[in-house]
């Protein structure tokens, strides 16, 4: 993608796209800055410290180096995972653990940021809610990683998740749930609505007897379907239906 390639040395008086993901990444780092796409005084101000705390050379210029710390997290959350015998749902478990330890989040507005285009493929803003964008991704990932086909045609539409799902005979709906055994980690989850309408998804990491724990994207710690992460979760079965993995 073209939020990991700098093109260039970026530093004080630049502008444009570029910069505004400099700005992005210092944010997500701590050091917050207007995002704005102007290289101005606070921007310089906050690269040489983002320098200072990564022991980097702090001439106020992003480089190579200073660049490659900034996107490190997401550089971490795309590393190859060994397959170890793994299972296409513990591979799901495990890269959507891989990414929830890089602790990706929006910046810069609702649904806005380098992790939200990651999962979006570029796409960002308040009329992309990307939770299902999260799923998919990490659902490719798995399938990447131990080179198996996709089970599900991914979608950044939970509606349209559902619908394939069904299709493939992998949807489990809420009413057909005799034992929670028949939901194994790494499944997907869909919040439902209405009979035809499901308004969030996510992944299922652990299904207990009343409870399952989840790692989900476009949330937060209110449990809401427009938040603004990715985190943990426990949720009760009610209202939702899933797509077994």
Same mark, same amino acid.
């Given at each position: 993608m073209k939020d990991h390639v700098l093109d260039k040395n970026y530093k004080k008086g630049n502008k444009g796209k570029k910069v505004k993901l400099i700005q992005e990444w210092l944010c997500l780092h701590g050091f917050h800055v207007m995002v704005d796409g102007i290289f101005g005084p606070a921007t310089d101000y906050a690269v040489r410290q983002f320098q200072k705390h990564e022991e980097l050379t702090v001439d106020g210029i992003v480089g190579k180096r200073t660049f490659g710390k900034l996107i490190q997290p997401i550089l971490n959350s795309l590393t190859p995972l060994p397959k170890d015998e793994k299972s296409l749902g513990q591979m799901v478990v495990a890269c959507a653990e891989q990414h929830w330890k890089q602790s990706p989040r929006e910046i810069g507005g609702q649904n806005k940021g380098?992790?939200?285009?990651?999962?979006?493929?570029g796409k960002e803003g308040s009329e992309w809610p990307w939770c299902a964008g999260f799923a998919c991704f990490i659902l490719k990932q798995a399938c990447q990683s131990l080179e198996v086909p996709l089970p599900v045609k991914t979608s950044v539409s939970c509606d349209v998740?559902?619908?394939?799902?069904?299709?493939?005979?992998i949807f489990l709906g809420e009413s057909?749930?005799?034992?929670?055994?028949?939901?194994?980690?790494?499944?997907?989850?869909?919040?439902?609505?209405?009979?035809?309408?499901?308004?969030?998804?996510?992944?299922?990491?652990?299904?207990?007897? =009343? *409870?399952?724990?989840? /790692?989900? +994207?476009?949330?937060?710690?209110?449990?809401?379907?427009?938040?603004? =992460? *990715?985190?943990?979760? /426990?949720? +009760?079965?009610?209202n939702k239906d899933f797509i077994l993995i």
């Open positions: 380098p992790w939200v285009r990651l999962y979006m493929k998740l559902a619908a394939s799902a069904k299709e493939k005979g057909r749930i005799t034992d929670k055994s028949q939901i194994s980690p790494g499944s997907l989850f869909l919040r439902r609505r209405t009979p035809a309408d499901w308004i969030h998804t996510g992944i299922v990491i652990q299904p207990e007897n =009343e *409870v399952f724990h989840t /790692i989900e +994207g476009n949330t937060n710690d209110d449990g809401l379907r427009e938040g603004y =992460e *990715v985190c943990r979760r /426990i949720r +009760g079965y009610k």
